[in-house]
């Protein structure tokens, strides 16, 4: 009875300790609920001592959409699902999902930091980090639901995350189907530049 006991409050403490690494990489208390197996109090309790403020209010931003907005939405996305993917592969079965959900991240934001070349969405966010934790976790559950899934480019050979239910010529490759605009804006090859617009009549 005992031993049961304690099993129940170790469990309670390392559901505690993921929750706690979930705030620190800026999760808001929906994410860390769905994450980890704590109660509501608790969690705005935690985020409080963490943050030292209260969280926000309101629903989680949500797009289905976001990886086919930009293709360096789309490199983000598919380096995080890559790990993802790749951690789940692995042998120990017994990896909770939150633990993989943020030993993916980590890695994630560690790779895009180290970026030597950043694009200019890249640069217009601290550290490169263009996919922030909660919209990661709303990716992963796009993955896991086959809704999103991973593809590789028969031509670069990239490794990147498309619509499943997107017509073949809307999965773009984020590398090969790219190009870049007067601005330098990497665009879709299949976002036309405009031509004939009143701007460039003179
Ligand atoms: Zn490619």
């Given at each position: 009875?005992?031993?049961?006991?304690?099993?129940?409050?170790?469990?309670?403490?390392?559901?505690?300790?993921?929750?706690?690494?979930?705030?620190?990489?800026?999760?808001?208390?929906?994410?860390?609920?769905?994450?980890?197996?704590?109660?509501?109090?608790?969690?705005?309790?935690?985020?409080?001592?963490?943050?030292?403020?209260?969280?926000?209010?309101?629903?989680?931003p949500?797009?289905?959409?976001?990886?086919?907005?930009?293709?360096?939405?789309?490199?983000?996305?598919?380096?995080?699902?890559?790990?993802?993917?790749?951690?789940?592969?692995?042998?120990?079965?017994?990896?909770?999902?939150?633990?993989?959900?943020?030993?993916?991240?980590?890695?994630?934001?560690?790779?895009?930091?180290?970026?030597?070349?950043?694009?200019?969405?890249?640069?217009?966010?601290?550290?490169?980090?263009?996919?922030?934790?909660?919209?990661?976790?709303?990716?992963?559950?796009?993955?896991?639901?086959g809704?999103?899934?991973?593809?590789?480019?028969?031509?670069?050979?990239?490794?990147?995350?498309?619509?499943?239910?997107?017509?073949?010529?809307f999965?773009?490759?984020?590398?090969?189907?790219?190009?870049?605009?007067?601005?330098?804006?990497?665009?879709?090859?299949?976002?036309?530049?405009?031509?004939?617009?009143?701007?460039q009549?003179?």
């Open positions: 009875m005992i031993r049961l006991r304690l099993m129940k409050l170790a469990n309670q403490g390392y559901e505690l300790i993921l929750a706690e690494a979930l705030f620190k990489l800026g999760a808001r208390p929906p994410v860390v609920r769905s994450a980890c197996t704590i109660g509501s109090k608790t969690a705005i309790r935690l985020y409080k001592t963490i943050h030292r403020r209260s969280p926000k209010q309101g629903m989680l949500y797009d289905p959409y976001w990886i086919v907005r930009s293709s360096v939405h789309d490199l983000h996305a598919s380096i995080f699902l890559g790990l993802i993917h790749d951690l789940s592969q692995q042998q120990n079965q017994t990896d909770r999902n939150a633990e993989r959900f943020i030993t993916a991240y980590e890695l994630y934001c560690r790779i895009v930091a180290n970026n030597p070349q950043p694009s200019k969405l890249e640069t217009s966010v601290p550290q490169a980090i263009l996919l922030d934790i909660n919209r990661a976790w709303q990716l992963a559950g796009q993955l896991m639901s809704e999103m899934s991973l593809v590789i480019c028969g031509k670069c050979q990239a490794r990147y995350v498309v619509l499943s239910k997107m017509p073949k010529p999965q773009q490759c984020p590398i090969c189907d790219v190009w870049a605009d007067s601005t330098g804006r990497r665009r879709w090859m299949t976002v036309k530049p405009r031509k004939n617009t009143k701007n009549d003179h």
